[in-house]
T-cell receptor
Framework: RKEVEQDPGPFNVPEGATVAFNCTYS??????FFWYRQDCRKEPKLLMS???SGNEDGRFTAQLNRASQYISLLIRDSKLSDSATYLC?????????????FGDGTTLTVKP | DTGVSQDPRHKITKRGQNVTFRCDPI?????LYWYRQTLGQGPEFLTY????????KSRLLSDRFSAERPKGSFSTLEIQRTEQGDSAMYLC??????????????FGPGTRLLVL
């Protein structure tokens, strides 16, 4: 079993739709959680950090459930420009450093 | 452009050859990471530096792989005796702060390696 698991999709949705992605992690010692976005053949870029209290940034809402070891990302009013792969990232604090583990990503295609 | 830069952007080599990649992090960033990414997979952690010290290495990093960050600025990743399975995108990222586990990592554009 992978340390960080995501539904690979693809998710194909019409513009304006609401879509939710889920991510589960296996290491209960994980400390920090992020969603990154990766466009085709480009590098990953931070979308948002994920906090236990949940956080929102415009159309994007991220939630963390530590008890269930589960992270979610909700995108409301999808735009064509939201088409990308969304990577769930979990960081565990090691002896000297934080190790980041990426999920394999969920692909979203927003269609007109 | 003051982002993370990587050189070269593409590399084609024959099996058995050695290759070296360079990463220049954002100038004030003290942490530097190397990842490998293959098609359909997320980036896999390879190694991590805080300043010039290499603090963590993945088990993925076989004896053929070595990374350095001699002056705590740029870093190099060398792959010796390349194999076809080494074909991948090699990503570098950097961050700054006191707690690496909560920092945003900024990625470079990657070096795409193809081993023939």
């Amino acid at each position: 079993r992978k340390e960080v698991e995501q539904d690979p999709g693809p998710f194909n949705v019409p513009e304006g739709a609401t879509v939710a992605f889920n991510c589960t992690y296996s290491n209960s010692a994980s400390q920090s959680f992020f969603w990154y976005r990766q466009d085709c053949r480009k590098e990953p870029k931070l979308l948002m950090s994920v906090y236990s209290s949940g956080n929102e940034d415009g159309r994007f809402t991220a939630q963390l459930n530590r008890a269930s070891q589960y992270i979610s990302l909700l995108i409301r009013d999808s735009k064509l420009s939201d088409s990308a792969t969304y990577l769930c990232v979990v960081t565990t604090k090691g002896t000297n450093a934080g190790k980041s583990t990426f999920g394999d990503g969920t692909t979203l295609t927003v269609k007109p | 452009d003051t982002g993370v830069s990587q050189d070269p952007r593409h590399k084609i080599t024959k099996r058995g050859q050695n290759v070296t990649f360079r990463c220049d992090p954002i100038s004030e960033h003290n942490r530097l990471y190397w990842y490998r990414q293959t098609l359909g997979q997320g980036p896999e952690f390879l190694t991590y530096f805080q300043n010039e010290a290499q603090l963590e290495k993945s088990r993925l990093l076989s004896d053929r792989f070595s990374a350095e960050r001699p002056k705590g600025s740029f870093s190099t990743l060398e792959i010796q005796r390349t194999e076809q399975g080494d074909s991948a995108m090699y990503l570098c990222a950097s961050s700054v702060g006191r707690d690496s586990s909560s920092e945003t990592q900024y990625f470079g554009p990657g070096t795409r390696l193809l081993v023939l």
